[in-house]
């Protein structure tokens, strides 16, 4: 007879079915995580690249010409002489003849002091003289009688030699009194101030009515000759032998120099190279030079900041590019030329540059189109459509006014 307990208990449990469970549920969750956030995005089906196809791009051709090389820097425009105008006696200043900003020539009238008092020194030194003059022709006869007397054995030695010595400091008083004469003379002119140097007044320091002193630090006003007018301005040590051999050069006249705005592009006045400084300077290493411009416009004001061109050779029949068309890699500089359709990379030597143009001495012929614009997606044997400037639509980045000036 069997344990009815026994019967009716509950069969053994299966827990791995459990795990196989949970472990069959976490791996749907995850390829569903998977297949909604990790799974690539879809790729779009190819189509030919738009890059691949023939770049537009604007050339010019390489031209012969007489290159000028120069050497470019900034200068300062200053006056080829400044004077300070000044009193040169006290007095009240009566009136000034000239305005400010005027042009004056030298020797010109320029003001006066009121001279009353220097007139009335001039008298008393005059009045000085004429009475030494009276007593030295007293003295003088008095001499002449001692002679005749002496002659006759009337007077002795004695007599007649002070009487001589008495003339001779009257002459020599009245030779000071000469000199006072003359003195009060010049310092009467001094109350008419003329102009030192030709050139254009200043702005006004005194007013007429005002007393003033000789010498005064502040003047009446200045002088400035622009009429001609330099430029001062430096070019670096590796420069100087070049300019050095240009400002020497016998037989030919000076070095030109171009005066240019701020902005480069327009010229204000051209001029030729006057000096250079005697040494120099370590600081800087760099050496200070002075050009002459004769300025008859008045283009350069003192102290106007200018760009310059100086002017140190010419190189006649030269195959020249523009410098915006040079590239330069680790093979060296090079240009982009356009033949059969494609872009190829010509290596070049080059030589001195300046003006936006580059002289090539070597691996370019003249009138070999290269490329100036267009050049970011070139490479050696890429198909390229040249594009004239006239077929560029307004604010094309290959427009010639889009580009930078040069």
Avoid: C
Avoid at 113 to 135: C, F, H, K, T, Y
Avoid at 216 to 245: C, Y
């Amino acid at each position: 007879m069997s344990d009815p307990d026994r019967s009716s208990a509950p069969g053994p449990r299966r827990p791995w079915l459990r795990g196989l469970f949970w472990l069959v549920l976490l791996a749907a969750v995850g390829s569903a995580a998977w297949w909604f956030l990790l799974r690539p995005p879809p790729q779009p089906p190819a189509t030919p690249s738009a890059w691949r196809g023939p770049v537009a791009v604007r050339v010019e051709a390489a031209r012969t010409e007489d290159f000028t090389v120069q050497a470019r820097a900034v200068g300062t425009v200053a006056p080829y002489n400044t004077v300070t105008v000044r009193s040169r006696v006290d007095g009240q200043l009566a009136r000034v003849l000239v305005r400010e900003g005027e042009r004056v020539q030298r020797g010109q009238l320029l003001a006066e002091i009121d001279p009353e008092p220097l007139r009335v020194a001039l008298s008393q030194a005059q009045g000085q003289q004429q009475q030494n003059l009276a007593q030295l022709r007293n003295a003088e006869s008095e001499l002449a009688r001692y002679q005749g007397l002496f002659q006759r054995d009337a007077i002795a030695r004695q007599q007649l030699d002070r009487q001589a010595a008495l003339v001779q400091q009257l002459r020599g008083t009245l030779q000071a009194d000469q000199a006072q004469v003359d003195n009060a003379k010049l310092q009467l002119s001094y109350t008419r101030i003329t102009a030192p140097i030709a050139g254009r007044v200043g702005l006004r320091r005194v007013d007429a009515g005002n007393l003033i002193s000789a010498n005064d630090a502040n003047g009446l006003f200045t002088i400035t000759q622009t009429q001609p007018v330099a430029v001062l301005f430096s070019v670096p040590e590796p420069q100087v032998p070049e300019v050095r051999a240009a400002h020497a050069a016998t037989g030919q006249a000076a070095p030109r120099v171009e005066a240019w705005d701020r902005e480069n592009r327009s010229r204000l006045a051209t001029g030729r190279l006057d000096t250079l400084d005697n040494q120099i300077d370590a600081a800087t290493a760099t050496l200070r030079l002075k050009a002459r411009f004769e300025n008859a416009d008045d283009a350069l004001f003192p102290n106007q900041f200018v760009n310059v061109r100086l002017s140190l050779r010419q190189l006649p029949g030269t195959v020249t590019v523009p410098t915006d068309a040079v590239q330069h890699g680790s093979r060296g500089s090079y240009v982009y030329v356009i033949a059969e359709g494609k872009a190829r990379v010509r290596e070049l030597q080059l030589g001195p540059a300046s003006g936006g143009r580059t002289v090539v001495l070597k691996g370019l012929a003249a009138g070999e189109p290269v490329v100036l614009e267009g050049l970011d997606r070139l490479e050696d044997g890429r198909a390229v459509n040249v594009v004239k400037a006239t077929e560029l639509p307004a604010g094309s980045p290959l427009a010639p006014d889009a580009a930078t000036p040069r």
